[in-house]
């Protein structure tokens, strides 16, 4: 090592902290608008709840205005993976407002899709939009996306560190670039704060009493973290045939979201199935005090299959996180286990299954529910990432190395 290389570091360092500043004031600025607009659609639909019998109509009309105007950043997250992968050209700056309203819009007639899709492609986008500004070439390109999505997840959730190590994740299994580490932290720590200082408050989970470390507990957390993955692949699984089933049955795109909010809005209306709609925080955050119904994962993996595969717009992480919690609480008797243990536990794992994040859905448990919890999380986390193959919520998350020898 040469004696002046960590003064020849300084500009770069410098040049980042910058870049990265810009990228989290965006992110940060756009995901309080966002969790602000979500709060008023949600109050305006359960106040309202006739509403649900427009999700047809919300459905058609986004549906036709993403094919007129919408087709370039139709990818959505997948666009952003593609573009680090790939560099090829900059993302418009479209896809902000557009992934921002349709969002809203669904969750204002009650599709039931999450929130984390609508966080990554506003701070992708508005993060493409410096490359040209700041005539970036396509290695500094691709830390900038990277940077935009770190700071879109750690703001929507509050969680800095785990939004941090989920912009290096996300992209490949098996391999994180090491080069994004800093352009990415910067971002998603100062975003967090940028959403905080606008005054958004993020939901509190209280997980509760966390058990001695002892033998039955890790081998409860084992064998819930099998079931964990196992559940994250089958979501992911799911949700890509139903899209592709839908695709091929009905061509003209707008007509699949009327169709899917016809069947949906019927479904809850008659069938009591309020539970499900929108985010569903009160359901998840219940999970966490007291039992739940054993079929309220079922419930809201179908819902949530059903509208992304019918083409509603938003992301896919909150219902992932409310699966995972009420699945936990249905584990918790079985296992001899607290209910708010299982239940945060499941709040992370089956995500880490359906992403092949590990790593950033460990620190999202230690952010959210405590230190205390981090060996249990990392061990029900890493448990599922295996057990859910190589299948995952994002195709064009690339596959460095097999997770296990036997995948090889």
């Known amino acids: 090592m040469k004696l002046t290389e960590p003064i020849d570091l300084l500009p770069q360092v410098g040049k980042w902290l910058i870049l990265a500043t810009l990228v989290a004031i965006l992110a940060g600025s756009a995901s309080a608008l966002f969790l602000v607009s979500l709060d008023w659609a949600t109050a305006t639909r359960e106040a309202h709840r006739w509403l649900i019998w427009l999700l047809p109509v919300a459905g058609l009309v986004v549906g036709w205005v993403y094919l007129k105007f919408g087709q370039s950043v139709e990818g959505g997250n997948n666009l952003l993976l593609d573009e680090i992968h790939d560099p090829k050209k900059t993302i418009p700056l479209r896809m902000a407002p557009l992934i921002l309203v349709s969002t809203v819009i669904s969750h204002l007639f009650g599709a039931s899709v999450g929130r984390e899709g609508t966080a990554v492609q506003m701070g992708g986008a508005l993060a493409d939009q410096l490359t040209q500004l700041f005539k970036l070439s396509p290695h500094d390109r691709r830390l900038l996306l990277m940077a935009g999505i770190s700071a879109g997840f750690a703001s929507v959730f509050g969680t800095p560190l785990a939004g941090a190590v989920f912009g290096l ?240």
């Open 169 to 408: 994740e996300v992209l490949m299994v098996g391999r994180m670039r090491y080069d994004a580490l800093w352009p990415c932290f910067v971002s998603a720590i100062v975003a967090d704060q940028v959403t905080r200082l606008w005054g958004v408050q993020h939901t509190h989970y209280a997980a509760g009493l966390v058990p001695a470390l002892s033998v039955w507990t890790l081998i409860s957390v084992v064998l819930a973290g099998m079931i964990f993955g196992l559940i994250g692949m089958l979501f992911a699984e799911a949700a890509h045939a139903l899209s592709a089933r839908m695709k091929a049955w009905i061509s003209y795109a707008p007509l699949r979201p009327l169709f899917g909010g016809v069947v949906f809005a019927a479904a809850v209306w008659f069938g009591d199935g309020w539970r499900y709609v929108g985010l569903g925080l009160p359901p998840m955050v219940e999970s966490f005090q007291q039992a739940v119904p054993a079929w309220d994962f079922a419930g809201k993996l179908l819902s949530t299959v059903w509208a992304l595969g019918c083409g509603f717009k938003g992301g896919e992480v909150t219902p992932l996180f409310f699966i995972g919690s009420t699945l936990g609480n249905a584990l918790a008797p079985l296992l001899h286990q607290p209910i708010g243990f299982m239940a945060a536990l499941g709040f992370v794992a089956v995500f880490a299954g359906a992403a092949n994040t590990p790593l950033a859905c460990t620190l999202m448990a230690m952010e959210l529910f405590g230190a205390p919890i981090g060996i249990f999380a990392a061990v029900a986390c890493v448990v599922s990432y295996l057990f859910s193959g190589h299948t995952g919520i994002y195709k064009s998350q690339r596959s460095e190395q097999a997770k296990h020898q036997s995948m090889g």
